[in-house]
């Protein structure tokens, strides 16, 4: 239902921004829309997962920069490219274990955790680097991954679309997606089931730290170099693209797909808005506006739920 209403919205939305701009609806727009959208994307699906399985993860933009500082100190110090990606990717992965042991294990609110990993990345980022940007020549190898293209097509929009392709169907058809969403529905019932619901939610966590921190690969592949501000408010417009996209706040309900929607439509509006010419600050009035209107209806139905039973 919320999907359905979310495509209505992305048509009028799209039909709205074309009396202004008509070039808005050409095939260049929109891939550049998704290649725009593929950072925030691939942070987005590790979001969703995790929600779905009731956890919650502010810091996804720490493990972004962090991914694009391991990745530009090591290239700095002249280690093979496979070599940095993989230490990168182990920086979110680390990220995630942390935030996954103290929210599963140590029982710490995962808003309080999250939180503080935040700040300590970041903090400690920035302090490393001196909030400078840390960049020179990176391998074409790398690079590519950012800026290349396949067929007109962007390369990251082929790794967005095959990684939102294999986790809908982990999340759809595996033990591992029928273990999220009913530790998400409820992890006291889970566990009664035989499910380890401890450790399946930090595994949640280790996922989408690792994801974030592939998203933080490609974004320093694209802009060639590490800046202290990398990653800055994505987990807000990655949370926001979740709900807006109808994953539920309360766990146990979302779909990889209507994530990929939610994200495509934040890219709409946000393409849409510079293309006619609007103040930016729309763009960030209107995410929030959706933001407030789709957790509305998810209290409203989750309400309606327990009050029909």
Same mark, same amino acid.
């Given at each position: ?12 939305? #799209? ?12 095939? $260049? ?32 933009? $720490? $493990? ?24 990168? +990717? ?10 996954? @042991? ?59 679309? @095959?990684?939102?392709?294999? +986790? ?21 019932? &889970? ?11 930090? %595994?949640?966590?280790?996922?989408? #730290? ?11 592949? =694209? ?24 994953? &539920? ?32 600050? +729309? @763009? ?11 957790? $509305? ?7 309606? =739920?327990?009050?029909? %039973?």
């Amino acid at each position: 239902m919320r999907q359905t209403l979310l495509l209505i919205a992305m048509a009028i939305v #799209g039909a709205a921004i074309t009396m202004f701009e008509p070039r808005f609806l050409t095939v $260049s727009n929109w891939l550049n829309i998704m290649d725009q959208a593929v950072i925030i994307g691939i942070v987005a699906v590790g979001v969703v997962l995790l929600m779905i399985g009731g956890g919650f993860d502010l810091s996804v933009g $720490s $493990s972004v920069v962090l991914s694009g500082y391991i990745i530009a100190i090591s290239f700095a110090n002249g280690v093979p490219t496979l070599l940095a990606i993989v230490l990168a +990717l182990l920086g979110g992965l680390l990220l995630g274990v942390i935030n996954g @042991a103290g929210v599963a294990y140590l029982r710490i609110p995962s808003f309080i955790m999250t939180l503080g990993t935040l700040y300590a990345v970041r903090g400690f980022i920035l302090f490393l680097s001196r909030g400078e940007t840390i960049g020179h020549a990176f391998p074409a190898s790398f690079t590519v991954l950012g800026k290349g293209n396949f067929a007109s097509v962007p390369i990251p929009v082929f790794i967005l679309l @095959a990684i939102y392709i294999v +986790l809908h169907i982990v999340l759809k058809k595996t033990r591992f997606g029928r273990h999220t969403i009913a530790v998400g529905s409820d992890a006291e019932t &889970s566990r009664r089931l035989g499910i380890n619901s401890r450790l399946h939610l930090a %595994k949640l966590y280790v996922l989408c #730290g690792t994801l974030a921190a592939l998203a933080g690969l490609l974004l320093s592949s =694209r802009i060639n170099a590490s800046t202290s501000d990398m990653g800055l408010g994505y987990e807000l417009e990655a949370i926001a693209a979740v709900v807006i996209g109808g994953t &539920s706040l309360f766990g146990g309900a979302g779909t990889v797909a209507g994530t990929l929607l939610g994200v495509v439509f934040l890219g709409m509006v946000h393409n849409g808005i510079n293309m006619i010419g609007v103040s930016p600050y +729309l @763009a960030t009035f209107a995410v929030g506006a959706l933001l407030l209107f789709s957790a $509305s209806v998810d209290v409203v139905t989750q309400w309606s =739920r327990r009050n029909s %039973k």
